[in-house]
């Protein structure tokens, strides 16, 4: 039986996660998928119960776990450079080092492109964002006021689990090609290493192809031409910039869901933020949520040998394509007039 945690978050995640979990709950009964469901507090919750953004009773339960669903972490529960910011160090902790962010357009959304369909990979625990140096709050140092000064981590061990999962996922699709972003000839010690891990795994996966890029223009061609891509890897910064400019070729963060994934655990979170405007109402878009979560399952059943949970992302991802195809049951956002709980409920509907 998995284990799944459920950590609602705040603002809006009090909304998209239910209806998340609810769809996940559908498809494992119609699959017969096994499952234990944990709820367990983190940001705003974890402070008002136990004092910490990241409890201590939550970090301890989710070891045991095989993998979870997050909401988005608001920052006004804490100031913002309090040690116990959540995702930096939640990532760190469990090894997290693989972001995984699908990009898809849908024939009768509006989207600046048609006919996408990418899958990225963003590494996640190195890069100028290293989680290590976040936490400890050493990757930034200004010498005196004039001057201040980055730094940047890429290791072996970084570079290719990274890569290792690209191709991995590459495998599972059509097209098997891996895009590799860098900016080898600028970078040479950095971004020459991250794209020497990836030349030397090419070797074992001979059913897949591997391009390099490099990043700027990377940047153009995603704008001019994003058919042209599959499965597409790079490191921290520049995955955390080109991904977002991938979801607004499609629709924005509201299409944009993710997935966190290590050698043995992963994070169903959302690209988004927590949006505590439009909290409490009820309008919210369950999209991305409810696909991290299918994200989620079809990861566990790969990495687990577990076919029913591949079969219920599976149907998870085919009850999403009738209710976006139908255009009958979308939140406001995506040009309907449908609640977050009517919406979720739809899903849930064309599963049968």
């Known amino acids: ?6 950590l609602l978050g705040d603002d809006i995640g009090l909304e998209v996660v239910p209806e ?8 494992a009964a119609i699959t017969g998928m096994q499952a234990e469901w944990i709820d367990l507090p ?24 095989d993998g979870w669903i997050c909401g988005p972490i608001g920052h006004n529960a804490y100031p913002r450079n309090d040690p116990t910011w959540v995702m930096p160090a939640l990532r760190k902790k469990f090894e997290l080092f693989a972001n995984i962010k699908p990009v898809k357009s849908y024939p009768n959304l509006p989207s600046i492109h048609k006919d996408v369909d990418i899958v990225f990979l963003r590494e996640t625990t190195e890069g ?19 001057i201040s000064i980055g730094m940047r981590v ?18 599972t699709r059509k097209r098997k090609i891996v895009t590799c972003v860098h900016k080898e000839p600028v970078y040479r010690l950095v971004c020459g ?18 391009n390099e890029v490099l990043v700027d223009g990377f940047a153009m061609k995603l704008v001019m031409k994003p058919q042209m891509f599959d499965v597409v890897v790079t490191t921290n910064q520049f995955g955390d910039i080109l991904t977002d400019e991938g979801a607004g070729l499609v629709g924005g963060l509201g299409l944009a869901p993710g997935l966190v994934a290590g050698h043995t655990q992963a994070m169903a979170q959302a690209t988004h933020g927590s949006a505590p405007d439009i909290a ?36 998870m991802d085919d009850a999403m394509e009738r209710v976006i195809a139908e255009g009958k ?4 956002d995506l040009g309907g007039k449908a609640s977050t709980t009517g919406m979720g409920d739809a899903v849930v509907a064309a599963m049968k």
């Open 42 to 65: 983190i940001g705003k919750r974890g402070h008002e119960l136990h004092g910490d953004a990241s409890p201590k009773i939550t970090l301890e339960t989710l070891k045991d776990c």
């Open 20 to 27: 998340a979990v609810k769809c996940m709950k559908a498809a």
């Open 128 to 146: 100028m964002m290293s989680s290590s140096l976040v936490v400890a709050g050493a990757g930034e140092f200004r010498p005196n006021d004039d």
């Open 154 to 171: 890429v290791t072996r061990k970084g570079a290719n689990r990274v890569a290792r999962e690209a191709f991995e996922i590459a495998r």
């Open 280 to 315: 409490g109402q009820n309008i919210a878009n369950p999209y991305a949520m409810i696909m991290s979560g299918k994200m989620l399952l079809e990861w566990l059943g790969r990495k687990r040998n577990d076919p029913k949970a591949t079969a219920a992302s599976k149907v």
């Open 193 to 210: 290493m991250f794209a020497e891990e990836h030349r030397k795994l090419q070797a074992e996966y001979p059913d897949v192809t591997l």
């Open 329 to 332: 049951h979308l939140t406001g």
């Open 1 to 6: 039986m998995l284990k799944i945690g459920v």
